[in-house]
């Protein structure tokens, strides 16, 4: 298999954009990638206009920003962005985004703790998709505890730290929410009961709501 990275950098080059950093992020080369569920995420910044199209890579999903899209990149991305290992960064994109991401780390855990109560007391969006709006939480929590303790963390690492701090094993759990988050959001398939159940996906609800809570507590 062809390097997914490379192809499209070659493809930008022949094309006559300017790279200035290619890199892939996300889950990919990491022991929270799951074969034939997890899409390879790459991201690159060019100098210039943004193309119009781009070679077809199969399960590859492509994130082609500018120099001036760098100011508005969130915290999770920023956070890959800072642990990634780009093979071109001419513009030492990990040091200036590692100094711009300066939020207080206590505003985030609050924002992630109002956003679990919340999906916690909603009800209707419980019965048409926890799990869809629990993945993207459970990646702002991967992402704020990657910034505190300044290495990548991803599902695995941190069911395995509630596991320590409340005595509950949701890894599974975590590895299920994903893939159905995949199926349904990326490959388009209607069933997200099909890959976690409802009971699974409010047990993990309830239980990051305690993992945070103690975060902050310990902060």
């Known amino acids: 298999m062809s390097d997914p990275l490379r192809v499209l950098v070659e493809y930008l080059y022949e094309n006559g954009f300017s790279v200035l950093y290619a890199s892939y992020i996300g889950s990919y080369q990491t022991e929270d990638w799951i074969e034939n569920v997890s899409d390879i995420d790459i991201m690159v910044v060019i100098d210039g206009k943004k193309p119009r199209k781009l070679p077809r890579l199969d399960d590859v999903d492509v994130i082609v920003l500018t120099s001036k899209d760098l100011e508005n990149i969130d915290t999770v991305l920023a956070v890959d962005i800072i642990f990634s290992k780009p093979i071109i960064d001419t513009i030492n994109l990990r040091e200036i985004v590692g100094k711009k991401l300066n939020e207080d780390e206590l505003v985030l855990l609050n ?21 869809i709006l629990l993945y993207p939480i459970i990646r702002k929590i991967c992402a704020i505890l990657s910034y505190l303790h300044n290495e990548k963390w991803g599902l695995r690492k941190l069911g395995k730290e509630i596991l320590q701090t409340v005595g509950a094993d949701i ?41 945070v809570r103690i975060l902050r507590q310990n902060f």
């Not at 995949?182 to 398939?189: A, D, F, R, Y």
């Open 111 to 131: 924002d992630v703790m109002r956003e679990l109560d919340e999906l916690s007391k909603n009800s209707p969006a419980l019965e048409l998709g926890c799990g």
């Open 171 to 211: 890894i599974e759990g975590l590895l299920k929410i994903k893939t159905a988050y995949n199926k349904v959001l990326k490959v388009g398939e209607k069933h997200f009961d099909d890959y976690v159940t409802r009971e699974e996906c409010l047990n993990t609800l309830e239980t990051l709501r305690k993992f």
